[in-house]
């Protein structure tokens, strides 16, 4: 894997009649070095749809995004003499030599336009728990195909300097010695490198308060647990419930420090915050007796429109809700919920509403599925049902030609639109509508 410095965040578009700047195509070889295929223009892919990337239609490669070679897969890449697509299971230039698809992780805040283009060899495993974005060599550098859609550094690691973190460490053990939150969020920045476990530390921007053991949703990608054979977690889930007293400590020790600062509950190290929606509104309760400020939100699949209520009695500000798809049957394909349904989810969004809340949508994005007909004009359908203040653009992280097939099975896909077309459809649909990455506090509800 690599890192990049960071350059430019705007896309521009292609003007008609000007020869395409085509990026070059990238590979790897099977220990993993990383190289440029001159002649091969790298591909992006949403679905069964192939486009050459041009440097007007991607950006410099945003700081902290990480390379990646994808095992047991071809690249798919445009001859650019023969102007045609094909796949390269051999490096062109030393005949024998098996090459690699190289795909980019992107930093928060970037949404991916096209995903990494390549075939499957026979046998081929499930790929890692990843987004896997589309890139190519250009200018220099490396690029992109991304859409910026927050500026915010809240995870910047930049602005995390190891020595902060361990000097919050060090305070908050002497503080909460006995509290078990507080030595899980130890682990979470430490050893995991969860950037919002260090912003805790550190006294910035959003803290996590992970609280639930179990789900009843069980999600294809689920990061903290998997029962399907081949797929690995990136997370350990979180052992224990902490007591209200615990998650108190800890949220007000952020908000002490961090007056327009963000709580969270529903973190990935954890099942679902309202499978223990009794320990959150007592929590809450008492956070609120101690101070009126911060932000508390909470990320959720929304499942149970009863504790949603109650903890927006309790003096809950905001919540995010998890959704690959707003049409029911992609939406149960992917989480498969276990004892609610999609109109349970709807009525949550509804209650949150009624009860003065602010309410997003953490959309989990891969084109080829995201930005096709059905699912924009459904997308444009719901949010005209129920109008929502914000939708937070994330990489689904999963294998994303696997994906793609398990949509198709569940309901129509035709040829995507482009991500860039969904986005300013969506402006223009919806010019209330924000769109970023990051939790907001209230002062920009």
């Not at 990049?4 to 008609?16: A, D, E, F, I, L």
């Not at 890139?135 to 190891?162: K, Y």
Request: proline share 7%.
């Amino acid at each position: 894997m690599a890192r990049n410095r960071p350059g430019k965040s705007q896309r521009t578009t292609h003007r008609k009649n000007q020869t395409p700047r085509y990026l070059d195509a990238l590979a790897a070889n099977a220990s993993g070095e990383i190289f440029e295929l001159p002649g091969y223009a790298a591909v992006g892919m949403a679905g069964h749809r192939l486009v050459p990337l041009t440097s007007d239609t991607t950006v410099a490669m945003p700081y902290g995004s990480e390379l990646m070679l994808l095992p047991d897969r071809i690249p798919l890449v445009f001859n650019i003499r023969k102007k045609t697509f094909q796949s390269l299971a051999d490096n062109p230039y030393e005949p024998g030599q098996p090459i690699f698809p190289v795909a980019i992780f992107n930093s928060p805040g970037y949404v991916n336009a096209m995903v990494c283009a390549y075939e499957e060899r026979p046998g081929a495993g499930f790929l890692p728990l990843f987004s896997y974005g589309a890139a190519g060599w250009g200018q220099g550098g490396f690029r992109s195909s991304v859409i910026q859609v927050d500026w915010e550094r809240r995870q910047d690691l930049r602005l995390m300097p190891e020595d902060q973190v361990h000097d919050g460490v060090k305070r908050y053990r002497a503080a909460f010695p006995k509290n078990r939150l507080r030595e899980h969020l130890e682990h979470c920045a430490l050893v995991s490198g969860c950037p919002a476990a260090k912003n805790f530390f550190i006294g910035r921007c959003e803290a996590p308060l992970p609280s639930s053991r179990q789900c009843n949703a069980r999600c294809l990608g689920c990061i903290s647990l998997q029962n399907e054979p081949g797929i690995s977690c990136c997370q350990e889930r979180i052992s224990f419930t902490p007591t209200p007293d615990e998650i108190r400590e800890v949220a007000t020790a952020h908000i002490e420090k961090v007056p327009d600062g963000v709580v969270s509950f529903g973190q990935g190290c954890e099942g679902d915050p309202l499978m223990v929606a009794d320990v959150l509104r007592e929590s809450i309760i008492d956070i609120r007796k101690q101070t009126a400020n911060g932000t508390i939100n909470l990320n959720s699949n929304a499942s149970l429109p009863g504790q949603v209520e109650r903890l927006f009695d309790s003096g809950l500000d905001s919540i995010r809700v998890s959704m690959n798809s707003v049409r029911e049957s992609c939406y149960t394909a992917y989480f498969r919920p276990n004892g609610y349904t999609f109109d349970h989810v709807t009525e949550s969004i509804r209650v949150a509403a009624k009860k003065g809340g602010h309410v997003a949508l953490n959309y989990l994005n891969c084109p080829g599925v995201t930005d096709t007909p059905e699912e924009f004009e459904s997308l444009c359908r719901f949010l005209s049902d129920h109008p929502v203040h914000l939708i937070q653009w994330r990489n689904l992280n999963y294998d994303p030609l696997r994906y793609v097939s398990i949509m198709k099975q569940a309901d129509s896909q035709s040829e995507s639109l482009g991500m860039d077309r969904v986005l300013s459809q969506l402006k223009k649909r919806f010019p209330a509508l924000k769109h970023g990455y990051f939790n907001p506090p209230r002062q920009r509800f």
